[in-house]
């Protein structure tokens, strides 16, 4: 076992938020088809594709491996060797909130992760020197928080012979280490010291006297990692009030419509909620469905239309499919007062469409007529993209894709829409 006081690993690959804008880079270029199923990690000498791919971050391959690695590491892509990238649920959220230009509240959930990540990184001696298994290794976070002074403080000097020592690994990882615990939120530098933010204190305090449960194998670390709210999370409790916290402070819930439903809180507990809820047309009707938060009833809602069409866009000669790929809309927007028919969570109220026909359906540049077939708008030159316009164009007089169940949305909405959104 490697020793806990001078000998700490690192990845040699800093938590900096460039570092994670480069790999958000990799992500969306790992997604197009030229790369589904390209092995980011394979060999580097005389591949092509590695360039190409690597080229469009302007790095090498080298890099580009490292850094990919590294950020599997701290818990914001998904551990794979193969394209496409996919970001865990953290990730995503954070993806998606500096997407919308909520950079405050990305930052928040960007240290949130990484300080997840480093509560439950450990080191050893093995062949990989790091385990996503606290219970395989040393907590290097656990042991400098039980070693601060009474302010709460360790010196430069210390830190760095705490990290570093008589180490036999290459050295010099003290500046790694300042590096992430300061961007993580938890530490700060003044006067030649280091000291602890009081940040996320009941998660820290957990943190201080962790023991790991040695019944938890190392998938089980991975899918923590992945979502740290799951019900197996020694820290569920704790990151639930920090994830609440920043929800609130940042006006997060009213940013989470269709295009944020990866929030984790959301998630977890609007999965719990959809296996639980009898199925029924208008969900509201439901008592607990009713004392849920909006943003959990609208991820619920959203979660059961999309498993009715199979994840699957409806648009006829739309081809996208798969969780990833789709959304769940409203036919009636959500944010229409509710009328006779409560339509917010109506299961009759919502389609399947893949994330360009879903901004063009909520634009209006195409609706449905009564018996559900594709209409579309004089507008359509307005738009840019010829393969959306191909697919929407040649779908027009064509029935939409059906439920599961064989119901269609109910005609009232439809007429709604057609009304008032479609573009004339």
């Known amino acids: 076992m490697a020793s806990i006081n001078g000998n700490w690993f690192h990845s040699r690959s800093s938590s900096n938020l460039d570092e994670l804008l480069v790999a958000r880079t990799l992500v969306l270029e790992s997604q197009k088809n030229e790369y589904v199923g390209f092995g980011w990690s394979s060999d580097r000498r005389g591949n092509q594709k590695m360039y190409d791919f690597a080229g469009a971050a302007n790095i090498q391959p080298s890099t580009m491996q490292t850094k990919i690695r590294t950020m599997i590491r701290y818990g914001f892509i998904r551990d794979g060797n193969q394209c496409p990238l996919i970001w865990t649920r953290m990730g995503n959220l954070w993806n998606d909130l500096y997407t919308v230009g909520n950079y405050t509240a990305s930052k928040k959930i960007y240290e949130l992760t990484l300080s997840i990540s480093l509560a439950i990184y450990a080191f050893n001696n093995s062949p990989a020197q790091y385990s996503i298994n606290p219970a395989n290794g040393e907590m290097p976070l656990k042991f400098l928080l039980n070693n601060l002074d009474k302010s709460n403080s360790i010196s430069l000097r210390d830190f760095k012979a705490l990290v570093d020592g008589q180490t036999t690994r290459v050295g010099d990882n003290a500046s790694y280490w300042k590096t992430d615990i300061i961007n993580s939120g938890l530490f700060e530098e003044n006067s030649g010291r280091l000291f602890y933010t009081g940040e996320y204190l009941q998660f820290v305090n957990e943190i201080k006297a962790f023991n790991p449960n040695t019944l938890l194998n190392d998938d089980d670390w991975q899918a923590i990692r992945d979502n740290p709210l799951i019900d197996i999370s020694p820290f569920k409790?704790?990151?639930?009030?920090?994830?609440?916290?920043?929800?609130?402070?940042?006006?997060?819930?009213?940013?989470?419509?269709?295009?944020?439903?990866?929030?984790?809180?959301?998630?977890?507990?609007?999965?719990?909620?959809?296996?639980?809820?009898?199925?029924?047309?208008?969900?509201?009707?439901?008592?607990?469905?009713?004392?849920?938060?909006?943003?959990?009833?609208?991820?619920?809602?959203?979660?059961?239309?999309?498993?009715?069409?199979?994840?699957?866009?409806?648009?006829?000669?739309c081809d996208v499919t798969g969780k990833l790929f789709v959304d769940a809309a409203h036919v009636k927007p959500d944010a229409i007062p509710e009328g006779n028919i409560p339509h917010r969570a109506h299961m009759l109220n919502g389609l399947c469409l893949c994330k360009h026909c879903h901004i063009a359906f909520d634009k209006g540049y195409f609706s449905?007529?009564?018996?559900?077939?594709?209409?579309?708008?004089s507008k359509f030159s307005n738009i840019v993209d010829q393969n959306l316009k191909q697919v929407i164009l040649s779908s027009d007089n064509n029935i939409i894709k059906n439920r599961n169940d064989g119901k269609f949305p109910l005609v009232e909405f439809v007429r709604y829409h057609r009304e008032n959104k479609f573009k004339r």
């Open 237 to 317: 409790t704790s990151i639930s009030e920090i994830f609440e916290s920043i929800m609130q402070e940042q006006n997060i819930e009213d940013q989470i419509t269709d295009d944020i439903l990866t929030a984790p809180l959301v998630d977890v507990v609007a999965e719990q909620e959809e296996v639980a809820i009898p199925e029924v047309d208008i969900l509201s009707n439901d008592t607990r469905f009713i004392n849920s938060t909006r943003r959990v009833r609208n991820a619920t809602w959203s979660i059961r239309v999309k498993k009715r069409y199979n994840y699957i866009c409806v648009v006829p000669n």
């Open 368 to 377: 449905l007529n009564d018996d559900y077939k594709i209409i579309t708008s």
